[in-house]
């Protein structure tokens, strides 16, 4: 059973930082692409990050270069997203999610991964 657990949410006041983490379970998480995306209220699901299978192919919406770094952790079956300098507006539900396609190609499409987590809530205060 393919599990992904989000964790590292909370609540920052603007220009601070986050860690996220997601525990994967249930697949060879070193073979996929994985990536992060974020859903605040009303709004529909973007792309944030995403990260191949080697560490050295990583991929970011515009909005957050600069300041978020995805990683991974292929021992640890565990994926990360610094976040950094965060926004009011980047609050959301962030969401880890896995691609079980064997390519390095990353897709900016959350209706191309096939796996998700429950999400953690991300608030950043003014």
């Known amino acids: 059973q393919v599990k992904l657990v989000e964790s590292g949410g909370g609540s920052v006041q603007a220009g601070g930082s986050l860690r996220l983490s997601c525990a994967v379970s249930?697949?060879?998480?070193?073979?996929?692409?994985m990536g992060w995306f974020r859903q605040a209220p009303g709004k529909e699901r973007e792309f944030v990050a995403g990260?191949?299978?080697?560490?050295?192919?990583?991929l970011y919406a515009d909005s957050v270069k600069g300041r978020f770094t995805i990683s991974r952790d292929n021992a640890k079956n565990t994926l990360y997203l610094q976040m950094n300098s965060l926004k009011p507006e980047e609050t959301a539900v962030y969401y880890c999610?896995?691609?079980?396609?064997?390519?390095?190609?990353?897709?900016?499409?959350?209706?191309?991964?096939?796996?998700w987590g429950q999400g953690t809530q991300v608030t950043v205060s003014t």
């Open positions: 999610a896995a691609r079980l396609v064997v390519t390095t190609v990353i897709t900016r499409s959350a209706r191309l991964y096939d796996y």
């Open positions: 249930g697949l060879a998480f070193s073979h996929y692409v």
């Open positions: 990260i191949g299978w080697s560490s050295g192919n990583t």
